[in-house]
């Protein structure tokens, strides 16, 4: 995994400058400034994701990879909503066979697309393809 940050820091650099400018012209209040800085956190997340996922896929079977990554999802959102104070209980069962197919449809056929990827292109391909821009 080559990543030459010396040729490319100055575009990282530019790219910070941008966000404070849009953050700090376009809204006043701080709620806006808290969306910025979401969006922000979430890319770096997804970077150092789909980074991380490309040095393991080569070593690592689909199906193991897969049961390893969203364990830990799990075991991780289930500790943030015991600590959250977050309800574990579904309301009813329309609401529960909603949640139930956007699980199996965009994160088990989504994730796991993106996660075969990996193995045969680069992070950055895969990314601009999670995100829906041209490479």
Known sequence: M????????WAIFVAMAGVLV???????????????LYSFISAVCLTGYLLCNKALRHRLALTVHTFTVY????????????????PLYVPNARF????????????????????YLLKYRSAGTVRRASTGRNP
């Not at 364990?71 to 977050?86: D, N």
């Not at 197919?101 to 056929?109: F, G, K, P, R, Y």
């Open 96 to 115: 529960f066979l909603l949640c139930l197919i956007l699980a199996i449809v965009s994160t088990l056929c989504g994730h796991s697309v993106f996660n």
């Open 71 to 86: 364990s830990i999802c799990t075991v991780t959102l289930v500790f943030l909503a015991i600590w959250m104070h977050a």
């Open 22 to 36: 849009l953050a700090f012209s376009s809204t006043h209040e701080s709620d806006g400034l808290y969306g910025y």
């Open 2 to 9: 080559k990543f030459l940050c010396a040729d490319r820091s």
